[in-house]
């Protein structure tokens, strides 16, 4: 079982990022696949849910409008949409993918937002 975290970087306040979780060797589509991030000196927050069927969505308060969640189930992906980003935003941000008691997680990938 593999998650791959990518697209992080440095960027500009007000800039755009959009990041990728590649999953392998569990069925994805059965999976519901959360975006948490965690930023230094801070607890892990979730960021952004969706589910395995109907691909619904969900999406943490202080990012709503301006992340967008999203599944590609034939390439076993999952995106991060990040649009009007501020320096509030850096932090390492992991997937995760959870279908009852099997939770699988990514290694994560940092996001700076910085001038």
């Known amino acids: 079982v593999q998650l791959v975290e990518s697209g992080g970087g440095l960027v500009q306040p007000g800039g755009s990022l959009r990041l990728s979780c590649a999953a392998s060797?569990?069925?994805?589509?059965?999976?519901?696949m959360t975006w948490y991030r965690q930023a230094p000196g801070k607890e892990r927050e979730l960021v952004a849910d969706?589910?395995?069927?109907?691909?619904?969505?969900n999406y943490a308060y202080s990012m709503k409008g301006r992340f967008t969640i999203s599944r590609d189930n034939v390439k076993n992906t999952v995106y991060l949409q990040m649009n009007s980003l501020k320096p509030e935003d850096t932090a390492v941000y992991y997937c995760?993918?959870?279908?009852?008691?099997?939770?699988?997680w990514g290694q994560g990938t940092q996001v700076t937002v910085s001038s």
């Open positions: 995760r993918a959870s279908l009852g008691s099997h939770t699988y």
């Open positions: 060797g569990f069925t994805f589509s059965r999976y519901a």
């Open positions: 969706i589910t395995s069927i109907g691909g619904f969505t």
